[in-house]
């Protein structure tokens, strides 16, 4: 359980299918994937992240408010092929009803730390199609900078940030 001002990252279980299903079955909030999910690979979804948790001690975790405990969203770390490597990757979904409110960068941020105190990566990487500016916003708010443009089958081009673990090092004496 990672905790931040706002915020409580938790495991998913199976109970967390209906809120799960209201975010990526959204048109609007999937615009810059392939299809919206149904209800069989929003389910997937979640077995997928279960998965995460048994073989790597990691995955997406559920973004839930300490306030009232509602479920807003997702924000962890997987395994992604990016521009053919198998990396280390910060991703996020956040409902709707809750954009810019600085909801994906305070996950992101507390992820990130997590994963360079409790792994041996050295970089940690965020990647997304060229149009997701939400996205690549984020990643920016994480300290991460563009190290790749490459096309990609899904997204047509993909956009890869990144930070090193002495960048990571700087950035948190900076804010001491
Ligand atoms: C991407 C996403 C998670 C951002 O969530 P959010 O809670 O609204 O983001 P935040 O409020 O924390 O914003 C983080 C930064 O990005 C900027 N940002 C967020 N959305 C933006 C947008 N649509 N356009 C421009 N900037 C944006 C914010 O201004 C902030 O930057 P700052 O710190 O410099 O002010 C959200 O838009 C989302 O769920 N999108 C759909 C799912 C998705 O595409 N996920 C990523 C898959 S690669």
Request: proline share 3%; no cysteine.
């Given at each position: 359980?990672?905790?931040t001002?706002?915020?409580?990252?938790?495991e998913?279980?199976?109970?967390?299918?209906?809120a799960?299903y209201?975010i990526?079955s959204d048109p609007?909030?999937?615009q810059?994937?392939p299809?919206p999910?149904?209800e069989a690979?929003t389910?997937?979804w979640i077995?997928w992240?279960?998965e995460?948790?048994?073989?790597?001690?990691f995955?997406?975790?559920?973004?839930?408010?300490k306030?009232t405990?509602?479920?807003?969203?997702d924000c962890?770390?997987?395994?992604?092929?990016i521009d053919?490597?198998?990396?280390?990757?910060?991703?996020y979904?956040?409902h709707?009803k809750?954009?810019?409110?600085?909801?994906?960068?305070?996950?992101?941020?507390?992820?990130?730390?997590?994963?360079f105190?409790?792994?041996?990566y050295?970089t940690?990487?965020?990647?997304?199609k060229?149009?997701?500016?939400?996205?690549y916003?984020?990643?920016?708010?994480?300290g991460m900078?563009?190290?790749k443009?490459?096309?990609?089958?899904?997204?047509t081009?993909?956009?890869?940030y990144?930070?090193?673990?002495?960048e990571?090092?700087?950035?948190?004496?900076?804010?001491?």
């Open positions: 359980m990672i905790e001002e706002r915020l409580l990252l938790r998913y279980t199976p109970d967390d299918f209906d799960l209201e990526v609007e909030t999937m810059h994937y299809a999910f149904d690979r389910k997937r077995d992240n279960l995460n948790y048994r073989q790597y001690g995955g997406l975790w559920a973004v839930v408010l306030e405990g509602e479920f807003i969203g962890g770390i997987t395994i992604q092929n053919g490597e198998m990396l280390p990757e910060i991703g979904h956040i709707k809750y954009w810019r409110r600085g909801f994906a960068k305070e996950a992101a941020r507390a992820v990130r730390d997590w994963v105190q409790n792994t041996d050295d940690i990487y965020s990647y997304m060229y149009t997701n500016v939400g996205s916003s984020t990643a920016m708010a994480n900078k563009k190290v443009e490459y096309p990609d089958p899904k997204n081009i993909s956009y890869a990144a930070i090193a673990r002495d990571w090092k700087k950035l948190k004496e900076q804010q001491v």
